[in-house]
């Protein structure tokens, strides 16, 4: 696997890149902000993906490059996530059709991201769809939906059926998929891996250029 740092306006990068021969496109994965790109949901979904004849990028943000725990804000994140999109789509994933992707955290970013990224397709793995409720508050938490209703490309959701952030509903060009566990994913991954492998099997992916 090849380790590319890419300068963003928020720090530098780093791109964790497996390449496939004769790719018909690229899946570039983001993590969740309390962990890294080894996530054993992300690795199964990589492996699935280059099953599929898909190379893979694992996308390491600035702050878990520095060494910070804290993850930064949503539009620092977003924006360092489309300067490591453009670099890659202009050099080592030139020419391929791009799925974005990730789990919870680096799953909303890829679903903000996704217009203006140019990605065909986008898929969440255990999508935060509630935050976390404070115990002071009297509020219902605020729903992220919208994030995901913001996505006109064909989307899968796979998420823990007891997963505390809720389960997102399917919509027309959302298909949502409930496995076993929480919202680490880590109880069925044989079921994660067959759904990314259904969906990514199934997906209009167009001729890389």
């Known amino acids: 696997m090849e380790q590319v740092e890419i300068e963003t306006p928020h720090g530098a990068a780093r791109a964790c890149l497996e390449a496939v021969s004769e790719a018909r496109g690229a899946l570039i994965l983001g993590h969740g902000a309390g962990g890294g ?13 280059l099953e599929q004849r898909l190379s893979v990028a694992l996308v390491e943000q600035p702050y878990l490059v520095a060494g910070r725990r804290s993850a930064a804000p ?7 996530w489309l300067a490591v999109i453009a670099r890659l789509a202009e050099r080592e994933l030139a020419g391929l059709p791009l799925i974005f992707g990730g789990r919870s955290s680096g799953a909303r970013v890829a679903c903000r991201t996704a217009t203006a990224g140019g990605a065909i397709a986008v898929l969440c793995l255990a999508f935060p769809l509630l935050p ?3 115990a002071a508050s009297t509020k ?3 729903t992220r939906l919208p994030e995901l209703e913001v996505v006109t490309v064909p989307t899968l959701v796979v998420q823990g059926a007891s997963d505390r952030f809720g389960m997102p509903p399917a919509a027309a060009n959302r298909m949502v ?10 109880t069925d991954l044989a ?4 759904a990314v492998t259904s969906w990514l099997t199934e997906l209009d992916v167009p001729a890389a250029v």
């Open 140 to 142: 219902a938490p605020e």
């Open 132 to 134: 976390p409720r404070r």
């Open 177 to 186: 998929v409930e496995v076993a566990g929480d919202h680490s994913l880590r």
């Open 74 to 80: 949503a539009r620092q994140l977003d924006a360092a």
């Open 191 to 194: 079921a994660v891996g067959a």
């Open 37 to 49: 790109v080894g996530a054993r949901d992300l690795q199964t979904a990589s492996a699935a993906a």
